[in-house]
């Protein structure tokens, strides 16, 4: 009776629902209550990851990348849609959400959806800084592509790419032109990010980005230039922004895709030890470093760049040459890198700077591997047990 039940029941085809849903809701909602901000402790630190996304189309390796990168944290996709809602007949995030969670199935992320409608982009973007997340579990740092001249790439279009597919088609995710933000505009949303307390990365030729070059036998480095380019100092390799790079980077040597690449540190320093005389603060510099990286459970190399000290005799002369040069050294040292980490100074967001300043980033990154632009404003590392 029971198996003529379960074959002729004209009620099986209804939909019932899921009980472990509404178990799961209820654990859930339990224990982000018990989750208290005001508990937050440096030696728990985890990335909670709020990345931008203009096109999903043309920024699969990155998104993918990123997921790699919050390991065990919370990670969103936000993206902004600009136009007019003074007289809107639906809302458009609701239309567009089924679209973007079934893309998260196709990239095999772990990560939430959180849409917004603004009249602009750097509007829209506050609002998903604010509002992503719930309780204690909001994004603590920011992740935004750069804004640069390049023709974007379709990932989901491009046989060739190991993010294809069919069920996408080019009016659901189309491909925006990073050139309708302005510099200015651009520049004062990473000062939005420093403004709410919240670490900013900025991501450069992650088109790039290939996993499957690590199979291939040849020996691939995860690197990271702990120096401000643009205004270096003896203290840079110790100060927050570094120490958040280092972090960074030995989070993503820990995921099983990326254990196999090696962790280096570049070390810049302006005099360089001869064998005719030791610079002692040097060899203190170095030593100092070292022993952090120990205290702080970092497997890493130390790799000293000895042409620093010739780059940085150009500094003085001019700015844009002094640029060029910095920029020749990072490729020179980059040609079995998979993915750079750099120093990203503080935003200048006056009107008339903003434009220099991003193009000064644009000339440093030109042509190199993927390259993540970070500033750290937190203290996330501890060498306390």
Same mark, same amino acid.
């Given at each position: 009776?029971?198996?003529?039940?379960?074959?002729?029941?004209?009620?099986?085809?209804?939909?019932?629902?899921?009980?472990?849903?509404?178990?799961?809701?209820?654990?859930?909602?339990?224990?982000?209550?018990?989750?208290?901000?005001?508990?937050?402790?440096?030696?728990?630190?985890?990335?909670?990851?709020?990345?931008?996304?203009?096109?999903?189309?043309?920024?699969?390796?990155?998104?993918?990348?990123?997921?790699?990168?919050?390991?065990?944290?919370?990670?969103?996709?936000?993206?902004?849609?600009?136009?007019? =809602?003074?007289?809107?007949?639906?809302?458009?995030?609701?239309?567009?959400?089924?679209?973007?969670?079934?893309?998260?199935?196709?990239?095999?992320?772990?990560?939430?959806?959180?849409?917004?409608?603004?009249?602009?982009?750097?509007?829209?973007?506050?609002?998903?800084?604010?509002?992503?997340?719930?309780?204690?579990?909001?994004?603590?740092?920011?992740?935004?592509?750069?804004?640069?001249?390049?023709?974007?790439?379709?990932?989901?279009?491009?046989?060739?790419?190991?993010?294809?597919?069919?069920?996408?088609?080019?009016?659901?995710?189309?491909?925006?032109?990073?050139?309708?933000?302005?510099?200015?505009?651009?520049?004062?949303?990473?000062?939005?990010?420093?403004?709410?307390?919240?670490?900013?990365?900025?991501?450069?030729?992650?088109?790039?980005?290939?996993?499957?070059?690590?199979?291939?036998?040849?020996?691939?480095?995860?690197?990271?230039?702990?120096?401000?380019?643009?205004?270096?100092?003896?203290?840079?390799?110790?100060? $927050?922004?570094?120490?958040?790079?280092? =972090?960074?980077?030995?989070?993503?040597?820990?995921?099983? =895709?990326?254990?196999?690449?090696?962790?280096?540190?570049?070390?810049?320093?302006?005099?360089?030890?001869?064998?005719?005389?030791?610079?002692?603060?040097?060899?203190?510099?170095?030593?100092?470093?070292?022993?952090?990286?120990?205290?702080?459970?970092?497997?890493?190399?130390?790799?000293?760049? +000895?042409?620093?000290? =010739?780059?940085?005799?150009?500094? +003085?002369?001019?700015?844009?040459?002094?640029?060029?040069?910095?920029?020749?050294?990072?490729?020179?040292?980059? $040609?079995?890198?998979?993915?750079?980490?750099?120093?990203?100074?503080?935003?200048?967001?006056?009107?008339?700077?903003?434009?220099?300043?991003?193009?000064?980033?644009?000339?440093? $990154?030109?042509?190199?591997?993927?390259?993540?632009?970070?500033?750290?404003?937190? $203290?996330?590392?501890?060498?306390?047990?």
């Amino acid at each position: 009776m029971v198996m003529f039940l379960h074959l002729f029941s004209p009620s099986k085809e209804a939909q019932w629902g899921s009980i472990s849903q509404a178990l799961i809701f209820h654990q859930v909602r339990k224990y982000l209550l018990l989750l208290d901000s005001r508990k937050d402790h440096v030696k728990f630190w985890r990335p909670q990851v709020l990345l931008l996304v203009n096109s999903p189309r043309s920024a699969c390796p990155l998104i993918d990348f990123i997921n790699d990168l919050k390991k065990g944290g919370l990670y969103v996709l936000g993206h902004v849609y600009t136009e007019d =809602q003074d007289n809107p007949t639906s809302d458009l995030t609701l239309d567009m959400m089924p679209y973007w969670l079934n893309f998260v199935d196709h990239m095999k992320v772990k990560a939430f959806i959180e849409l917004t409608v603004a009249k602009t982009v750097r509007e829209g973007f506050q609002h998903l800084m604010r509002l992503s997340g719930m309780g204690a579990m909001k994004p603590n740092t920011v992740v935004l592509g750069f804004l640069d001249k390049e023709q974007p790439l379709d990932f989901l279009t491009n046989n060739e790419s190991t993010y294809v597919s069919t069920a996408f088609t080019d009016d659901v995710f189309p491909i925006h032109s990073t050139n309708t933000l302005e510099p200015v505009e651009y520049v004062r949303m990473m000062g939005d990010v420093l403004r709410m307390k919240k670490n900013l990365c900025i991501c450069r030729n992650f088109h790039k980005l290939n996993k499957d070059k690590k199979k291939n036998g040849q020996k691939q480095y995860i690197d990271v230039w702990p120096v401000n380019l643009l205004n270096p100092g003896k203290n840079d390799a110790f100060d $927050t922004t570094s120490l958040f790079m280092m =972090q960074l980077a030995c989070i993503v040597n820990m995921v099983p =895709q990326w254990s196999k690449s090696t962790l280096r540190v570049c070390v810049c320093d302006e005099i360089t030890p001869s064998s005719f005389s030791v610079d002692w603060n040097l060899l203190s510099h170095s030593d100092k470093l070292r022993n952090l990286l120990k205290m702080l459970r970092i497997s890493a190399e130390l790799y000293c760049v +000895s042409e620093w000290d =010739q780059v940085l005799e150009s500094q +003085s002369n001019d700015t844009e040459s002094y640029l060029r040069r910095v920029n020749q050294l990072l490729s020179a040292h980059s $040609t079995d890198t998979a993915v750079t980490f750099v120093y990203l100074p503080t935003p200048t967001v006056e009107d008339e700077a903003a434009p220099h300043y991003l193009s000064m980033l644009e000339i440093i $990154t030109e042509n190199l591997p993927p390259t993540i632009l970070v500033h750290g404003v937190s $203290t996330v590392t501890s060498t306390t047990l």
